[in-house]
């Protein structure tokens, strides 16, 4: 699966179409990307203390072909299956688990929309964020324990973000 063409830039509306069951449905970047370019210095003036933030080109499979895990749908069932199992039906699973992005965040989703090959980087000292886009959806993944834990947060809009992993 190539990332690139998961998306359109394009400023009109998207074309609506029936998804393809073994294509992830593209996300439409809203008018306001098209006028402003996200840089890596402007996420420092997010942060009150120092941060690092980087990018890394995407090599690894499990970045470039995310199989099953390229639809939004197929995460949130999971994500459900891990955080609540049985105990919540997937409505009260979405709004226990839900929150709004922070600015930081909101502006992480834009830049990683905007540079689909790239993950972005950004560590604090408390936290070592993974920022990417997967299929339909952008996941934010704090990947090591000793780093803010072992948690995914997944978003499909740049404004919430549903938590599918806390290990």
Known sequence: M???FLFSTSPSPAIQHSPSPDKPTPITLPVS???VRVRIPD???QFCSHVKVWTTEKTDSWYL?????AYWDKVIEEGKSSMAGESLNAREYLKKYSSPLSKWQQLAYD??????????HIMTK???WRIFL????VEFMLP???RGGEKSYVTRTGRTKVQVNDD
């Open 134 to 137: 997967r299929g339909e959806y």
């Open 65 to 69: 072909e995310p199989g099953e895990f």
């Open 126 to 128: 408390t936290h070592e």
């Open 33 to 35: 990307l098209h006028l």
């Open 144 to 146: 090591y324990q000793t």
């Open 111 to 120: 830049y990683v929309i905007q540079n689909p090959r790239l993950i972005l």
């Open 2 to 4: 190539v990332q690139q």
């Open 43 to 45: 996420f420092w003036a």
